[in-house]
């Protein structure tokens, strides 16, 4: 199986990832999660247009449910952070699946070249509908046992995220804390490689070419960055993201200082990511419950005014542990760096 080239644009929901992204970076992967099927489709039509090979990435339905006490306790929580900004929490109503069956019946209806699946596994039917389409079909996976459990339900390779990566991790159980000692993406691709005879994308903390030298010899296809794009020109991320990444980029002592270190928490949407540090994690870490889409939708609103606002302090500053290599200019400039060592 080949890819377009030895270095993808992973998927970035929320705004960061765009078809311009893909299109400076010779090829990746499109987010589907959060779009509206007609913005979906919108998205894919300028994808086509940029002339790069793509792929769509979609959140299968995988809902970790949270008990309505607790997330009412958590909405009374936040009530002094919604505040600042004028705005009232509200109780999120029950779980939605991100229009799941409409951006399936888009995507085989308008195949594209490749199609990536997170958070859960799709149907066998559902594997073999988008094969027969002529799609290629790809499930992210964090350990050995979801690459067989993923092999299982027919997909042709894997994108195996290691647990520095940045974003929300795309483990099936997120109910289950990291590993206290993560396992390195080298190791990682070595081990799922050995469990399964599928084709391998490394993603997570992914950020020199020495990282990607390493996860290509380990058996990977491929590599998936996304992190280390988030800076560049052609990214859609937020100017309050920007900043944020830029105060700790400038130096291990500022980033101590201004204590922006990456930290995994459910804070933001109740399912695990990793992030720059804030007092917003800081100060709701400990109570902040399981329960993903409903704490997403909780603590959207207040996300959305702290980023126009500027205020990283309330804001999810999703990034992997490479983040401080992560550099301003032209995605084509980044991704040559990234391959100088292959």
């Not at 459990?149 to 997909?155: F, K, R, S, T």
């Not at 995994?264 to 007092?279: E, K, S």
């Not at 409903?294 to 126009?308: C, E, I």
């Not at 990283?312 to 400039?333: E, I, Y």
């Amino acid at each position: 199986m080949t890819f377009p080239g030895p270095v993808l644009a992973a998927p970035m929901a929320g705004g960061a990832g765009t078809p311009a992204l893909l299109a400076a970076c010779g090829g990746g992967f499109l987010a589907g999660g959060y779009l509206a099927p007609d913005a979906l489709a919108a998205r894919i039509a300028e994808a086509r247009a940029g002339g790069t090979w793509f792929g769509v990435n979609v959140f299968a339905p995988s809902p970790t449910p949270v008990a309505a006490g607790a997330l009412r306790r958590y909405l009374e929580e936040l009530r002094a952070e919604f505040a600042v900004y004028d705005l009232t929490p509200a109780l999120p109503s029950a779980p939605d699946d991100d229009h799941w069956a409409a951006k399936l019946d888009l995507l085989l209806a308008d195949p594209v070249p490749a199609v990536s699946f997170t958070f859960g596994l799709p149907p066998a039917a559902t594997v073999a509908a988008l094969r027969r389409a002529g799609t290629l079909v790809l499930q992210t996976v964090t350990t050995a046992e979801e690459a067989v459990a993923a092999a299982a339900a027919g997909v042709d390779a894997l994108v195996v995220q290691a647990s520095v990566a940045g974003g929300h991790s795309a483990t099936l159980t997120p109910e289950d804390l990291p590993a206290p000692v993560p396992l390195p993406l080298p190791g990682l691709v070595a081990a799922v490689r050995a469990a399964v005879p599928l084709p391998v994308v490394a993603a997570g903390g992914l950020a020199t070419s020495a990282d990607v030298a390493a996860a290509l010899h380990a058996g990977a296809a491929a590599t998936m960055v996304g992190t280390a794009l988030l800076r560049t020109d052609e990214a859609g991320t937020s100017a309050t993201h920007r900043a944020a990444l830029t105060a700790a980029a400038v130096s291990a002592a500022a980033v101590s200082a201004a204590g922006h270190d990456t930290v995994v928490t459910r804070v933001f949407t109740g399912r695990p990511a990793r992030a720059l540090r804030n007092g917003f994690i800081d100060r709701h870490d400990a109570t902040a419950p399981l329960g993903y889409p409903q704490v997403h939708h909780l603590t959207a609103p207040l996300r959305r005014a702290a980023a126009t606002a500027g205020d990283a302090d309330r804001v999810h500053l999703w990034a992997g542990t490479g983040h401080r290599h992560a550099a301003t200019g032209r995605a084509a400039a980044v991704m040559t760096t990234l391959t100088a060592a292959l």
